[in-house]
Nanobody, 121 residues
Framework: VQLQASGGGSVQAGKSLRLSCRASGRILSLNIMGWYRQAPGKQRELVADCTIGGVTNYADSAKGRFAISRDNTKNTVYLEMNSLKAEDTAVYYC????????????????WGQGTLVTVSS
C-alpha cells in the first residue's frame, strides 16, 4: 500500500488548508485512514481518523475546527483544517490500516511521507 499526501503549506493564523491522501496498492484490507501530526520536539499525535464506514474520531485539539472525510471511490481521505493556529504547525502524516477493537496507533500499518503545515501568527 502506498499513501500519497498533498496539500500542506504555509498560511496565516485563522486561515484554512485542505490535506489529501490517496491510497493505492492492496487496499482491500484497510478499514481506516487518518491523519497524525508531529510538531518539532513533540511526539506524534492523532489528529483525526475515519473508518471505511464513515465513523470519525478527532483529537480534542481538532474538534470544531478540522473535518475529516473520505471518498472510498477514490481511496482518498481529506482533512479540512479551518481556523488554523500557530500550534497546528507540524508535519502531517497520512496513515492507513486495519483497526480491530479500540483505536490504536498500532492498527496503522502504512504511513505517507508527511506534508508540512506551517501556521504563522
Amino acid at each position: 500500500v502506498q499513501l500519497q499526501a498533498s496539500g500542506g503549506g504555509s498560511v496565516q493564523a485563522g486561515k484554512s488548508l485542505r490535506l489529501s491522501c490517496r491510497a493505492s496498492g492492496r487496499i482491500l484490507s484497510l478499514n481506516i485512514m487518518g491523519w497524525y501530526r508531529q510538531a518539532p520536539g513533540k511526539q506524534r499525535e492523532l489528529v483525526a481518523d475515519c473508518t471505511i464506514g464513515g465513523v470519525t474520531n478527532y483529537a480534542d485539539s481538532a474538534k470544531g475546527r478540522f473535518a475529516i472525510s473520505r471518498d472510498n471511490t477514490k481511496n482518498t481521505v481529506y482533512l479540512e483544517m479551518n481556523s488554523l493556529k500557530a500550534e497546528d504547525t507540524a508535519v502531517y502524516y497520512c496513515a492507513a490500516g486495519n483497526q480491530v477493537g479500540p483505536r490504536s496507533e498500532k492498527g496503522y500499518f502504512y504511513w505517507g511521507q508527511g506534508t508540512l503545515v506551517t501556521v504563522s501568527s
